[in-house]
């Protein structure tokens, strides 16, 4: 095992902290170093401090698969990784009324880069680096050994950017019929494993689309912002919402949109579906004196558009401010942000910032993160990404 010197200033955030993140500037000479080494981490004085893979992605250039000393890193290391991953995860299995979760969440589960969701039969990894990518044959094996899928398919993400590299995306198994349609606590939403980067469906918000199908639809007029494929959109229906408007520039979103609703059971003509930026939506919604009871606002942390760059950390008082003006009296808004560098303090001043500038008063009625399949490390928060506010306005 390659033994590789860690500099002074970062040894405190290895040791004490256990960060799994190993970051470029933290290791001497990081250019030796090619992809999917394991790297015994020591200090400049040759203290043992961690076992590592290296896989270059954009947080950093690897992560800690174990901080303890004189452990292997070998097939039976990861073996034991995932088997351990899965057996947490046996009560998603049973479920009937969900059949699509997360069964490895990178770091969550003790190997960074290394993301496998479960889609009724299917398994979909996606690969971070090329040097996660390099334990595929040890990671297929073990599913392969279980003996209990239908197909696999994988997403490489492996630029530095963690981008998608375009590909058929099928490894091995039986190729899938698509749409392939699971359920999420009863709902169905209809999956493509083999069209791209995403899916057509995020997993993480799998406890907010139910709290809004169970609690605060019914009767409403509710108005999806960055909608995507609908996913809210279907749960606020099939919880009894009066109608439902999503809002997404994507051209796409719209056929996806449809077909959600359709895989339902629910007549899309009676929704609007409008392909368009939500900021331009906004302002035409106010011009028509339009009013919704909910609204749900789940932007990407970044976008640009042809007319504007959108950045979470600066522009989500404007879209609550923008919420706001469409607001029935008392209505509520479901404020998500999957921006991982800042946390659950610094999204509610965010929030806050919106209602002052309205003069409004508002109390916070739920609060979500990450559901119980997505496993987070306590030592790196930024794994800890989502963040969900269910908030009413007060008039
Ligand atoms: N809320 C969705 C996920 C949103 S993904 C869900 O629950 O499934 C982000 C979406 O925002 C993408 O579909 C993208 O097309 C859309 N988007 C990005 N910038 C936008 C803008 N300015 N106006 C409207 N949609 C935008």
């Known amino acids: 095992m390659k033994k590789v010197t860690v500099?002074?200033?970062?040894?405190?955030k290895l040791k004490q902290q256990q960060n799994p993140l190993i970051l470029e500037e933290a290791i001497v000479q990081p250019n030796k170093l090619a992809e999917g080494e394991i790297i015994a981490l020591h200090t400049?004085?040759?203290?043992f401090l961690a076992t590592a893979y290296t896989g270059r992605q954009?947080?950093?250039?690897?992560?800690?698969l174990t901080f303890k000393e004189g452990v292997s890193i070998d097939q039976a290391f990861f073996k034991q990784k995932l088997l351990t991953a899965i057996s947490k995860r046996s009560s998603y299995y049973q479920a009937e009324e969900t059949?699509?979760?997360?069964?490895?969440?990178?770091?969550?589960?003790?190997?960074?880069?290394?993301?496998?969701?479960?889609?009724?039969?299917?398994?979909v990894i996606q690969w971070y680096s090329e040097g996660i990518y390099a334990f595929k044959d040890w990671i297929i094996q073990v599913f392969d050994e279980l003996a209990d899928y239908q197909g696999i398919?994988?997403?490489?993400?492996?630029?530095?950017?963690?981008?998608?590299?375009?590909?058929?995306?099928?490894?091995k198994g039986t190729r899938g019929e698509f749409p392939l349609i699971v359920k999420e606590n009863g709902m169905n939403y209809a999956v493509y494993l083999n069209d791209g980067a995403m899916v057509g469906i995020f997993l993480d918000q799998r406890d907010v689309r139910k709290a809004l199908r169970d609690k605060y639809a019914k009767g409403k007029h509710v108005l999806n912002t960055f909608s995507y494929t609908g996913a809210f959109s279907v749960a606020a229906a099939l919880g009894g919402a009066a109608k439902t408007t999503s809002v997404d520039l994507a051209k796409r979103s719209k056929s996806k949109t449809i077909e959600q609703f359709s895989v339902n059971g629910i007549d899309f003509e009676q929704q609007d579906i409008i392909v368009m930026d939500v900021f331009d939506y906004f302002k035409y919604a106010k011009r028509k004196n339009l009013q919704f009871d909910v609204v749900v606002l789940?932007?990407?942390?970044?976008?640009?558009?042809?007319?504007?760059?959108?950045?979470?950390?600066?522009?989500?008082?404007?879209?609550?401010?923008?919420?706001?003006?469409?607001?029935?009296?008392?209505?509520v808004i479901i404020a998500s942000t999957n921006t991982a560098s800042f946390g659950m303090k610094k999204f509610k001043d965010m929030i806050h910032r919106g209602f002052q500038a309205k003069k409004k008063k508002y109390t916070i009625l739920e609060e979500f993160s990450l559901p119980g399949d997505f496993t987070v490390n306590k030592h790196f928060k930024q794994g800890n990404y989502l963040k969900v506010l269910v908030i009413q306005v007060k008039d």
């Open 7 to 12: 500099k002074q200033d970062y040894i405190k």
């Open 44 to 47: 400049p004085q040759g203290d």
């Open 58 to 64: 954009n947080k950093g250039m690897g992560w800690v």
């Open 99 to 123: 059949t699509a979760f997360r069964v490895f969440n990178g770091e969550g589960d003790g190997i960074g880069g290394l993301i496998i969701d479960y889609f009724d039969g299917y398994y």
């Open 153 to 171: 398919y994988e997403k490489k993400r492996f630029d530095t950017k963690g981008q998608y590299v375009e590909d058929d995306d099928f490894v």
């Open 298 to 331: 789940d932007p990407p942390s970044f976008a640009r558009s042809k007319k504007r760059t959108f950045r979470t950390a600066k522009d989500y008082p404007e879209l609550i401010e923008n919420s706001i003006d469409l607001l029935e009296k008392n209505g």
